[in-house]
Every structure is written in structure tokens, then in C-alpha cells.
């Protein structure tokens, strides 16, 4: 199996990303300097959970002051849509679009993020935005309520490469540990099939062992708890690195 990294420099494989979820400029500031003292390999600004996202100008000067404290570590900008386990925000997806295009304009983020349910002409000024500033883009999916059949989330995979993204991700739900292998085995057919990288995980309690193992299947980032969650099922820093670094040595990688 090729092990294809995320896209940005230094990247290791597989990525450990912990999220920032304050509300607050302040509380973000603080936050970083905690999650970044932990060194995983990405962080991820839910931007959704700020306070002030319908100010552009501030969501760039927050972002600026994210990447100051961070110690040199990437970030990654997500909006999550309410409509896949996201926070409810104030503004409308004209002014999300406009919003990321700030973000791309900036160059502040190595990385952003956009569910490619939304309308296909968003998807594609996102990615044409992106591409502009050499911003990379990961195209998403989550489903919050079930796993999808593997057939279907091979088509998510498929789906954002097939819409320009550089980075391809599902996360799913799983009732039973049946479905953690549906997911796993469609990772493993994606990352042997697809040139990009693909990121997948299962969420909640069954979903554990996918953070930890997802990345022997192809999965190039796993998501992990620096200070707060932004979803179910993840783990602190310190376990995933423990079960990534015991999973290597038991594989001989």
C-alpha cells in the first residue's frame, strides 16, 4: 500500500490533527499555545464555534494571531455546515464563500475545508479560490447519523477528486463494529485507487479504533483531542500517538 501524505510541508503519515474550538480571540490565543505545546502534526480551526464569524476582518486577524502562536504548526480552516455536525453560525453561504475567500487571500491556512454537499457552484469558487492562493483544499463528507454503504462512500472518495480537491474525507457513524470494517475496507480501496491523499473515521464509541488504526488502511490523518473535541469518538494526543507508535513497531513501520 502507498502512503500518500497530506499536502503541506513536513507532513508525516499518518497526520495527527487537533481541533481549536474556543469561541473567543483570546480564548484561541490560549488555546493554541496549550494544543501546539503537545506538537501533533495539524490543527484545525472550527471555525463555526466563533463567536464573531459574521466579521470577516476579525475571522483574518484571529486567524493571524492563531498562526503566531502556533509554533510554525499548520492550520487547517473548517466551516462545518450544521447540516454535517457543524455549529449553527449567523451568516448565510455567500458570506461563507466570502469568508474563505479571505481565509485563501490571506495565505494564513495551509489548508481549508468544504463539505462537497454544498451547491456545486460553491464547491467550485471554493476550489478556484484556493487554488489561487495555493491554498490546498479537502473535500468532505460526515454523516452523523448512520455509515452509508460502501459502495456509497467509495462515491464520497471519488466524488472529491472528481471536484479538484487535494485531500478526499468521510467520516460516518457506526452502530456496530460492522460498520467501522465497512469504512475501513472503502479507506483502503480509496487510497489504492484514488492519487490523492484520502482521511476517513468513524465517530463515537465503536469509531475509536479507526483513530488509532484507520491510518494502516490509508486514512493519512487521524483527528485527536490537544485541549477540547469537536466530535465524538476522539481521542487525546498523547493515546494516539501511544496506539500509532505501538501499531508501528507491530508492523515494522
Same mark, same amino acid.
Do not use: Y
Given at each position: 500500500m502507498q502512503a500518500r501524505t497530506m499536502p503541506f510541508e513536513g507532513a508525516q503519515f499518518p497526520v495527527i490533527c487537533a481541533p481549536l474550538v474556543a469561541r473567543t480571540k483570546a480564548a484561541l490565543v490560549e488555546e493554541t499555545r496549550i494544543v501546539a505545546a503537545k506538537k501533533p502534526g495539524l490543527l484545525e480551526w472550527r471555525v463555526d464555534f466563533f463567536d464573531d464569524i459574521a466579521n470577516t476582518a476579525a475571522v483574518v486577524d484571529t486567524l493571524a494571531a492563531i498562526r503566531e502562536a502556533c509554533g510554525g504548526i499548520p492550520v487547517l480552516f473548517t466551516r462545518r455546515s450544521s447540516n454535517e455536525g457543524g455549529e449553527p453560525i449567523a451568516i448565510d453561504e455567500p458570506r461563507v464563500l466570502v469568508m474563505y475567500r479571505a481565509v485563501c487571500e490571506s495565505k494564513l491556512a495551509a489548508l481549508v475545508d468544504y463539505e462537497m454537499? !454544498?451547491?456545486?457552484?460553491?464547491?467550485?469558487?471554493? /476550489?478556484?479560490?484556493?487554488?489561487? &492562493?495555493?491554498?490546498?483544499?479537502?473535500?468532505?463528507? &460526515?454523516?452523523?447519523?448512520?455509515?452509508?454503504?460502501?459502495?456509497?462512500? %467509495?462515491?464520497?472518495? %471519488?466524488?472529491?477528486?472528481?471536484?479538484?480537491?487535494?485531500?478526499?474525507?468521510?467520516?460516518? $457513524?457506526? #452502530? !456496530?463494529?460492522?460498520?467501522?470494517?465497512?469504512?475501513?475496507?472503502?479507506?483502503?480501496?480509496?487510497?489504492?485507487?484514488?492519487?490523492?491523499?484520502?482521511?476517513?473515521?468513524?465517530?463515537?464509541?465503536?469509531?475509536?479504533?479507526? /483513530?488509532?488504526?484507520?491510518?494502516?488502511?490509508?486514512?493519512?490523518?487521524?483527528?485527536?483531542?490537544?485541549?477540547?473535541?469537536?466530535?465524538?469518538?476522539? $481521542?487525546?494526543?498523547?493515546?494516539?500517538?501511544?496506539?500509532?507508535?505501538?501499531? /508501528? #513497531? %507491530?508492523?515494522?513501520?
Open positions: 454537499s !454544498n451547491a456545486a457552484a460553491d464547491v467550485s469558487q471554493v /476550489r478556484d479560490m484556493s487554488a489561487m &492562493h495555493g491554498v490546498k483544499l479537502v473535500l468532505s463528507f &460526515h454523516d452523523f447519523m448512520k455509515t452509508p454503504g460502501a459502495p456509497f462512500i %467509495a462515491s464520497r472518495f %471519488a466524488l472529491a477528486q472528481q471536484l479538484g480537491a487535494d485531500v478526499a474525507k468521510v467520516a460516518v $457513524m457506526p #452502530r !456496530n463494529m460492522g460498520d467501522v470494517l465497512v469504512l475501513l475496507g472503502a479507506t483502503l480501496q480509496a487510497n489504492e485507487s484514488l492519487p490523492i491523499p484520502v482521511v476517513s473515521m468513524a465517530m463515537g464509541g465503536f469509531g475509536a479504533l479507526t /483513530r488509532v488504526c484507520g491510518w494502516t488502511f490509508g486514512s493519512a490523518m487521524t483527528f485527536a483531542v490537544g485541549q477540547s473535541s469537536s466530535a465524538p469518538g476522539q $481521542m487525546p494526543i498523547e493515546e494516539i500517538e501511544a496506539g500509532v507508535a505501538m501499531l /508501528r #513497531r %507491530a508492523l515494522g513501520r
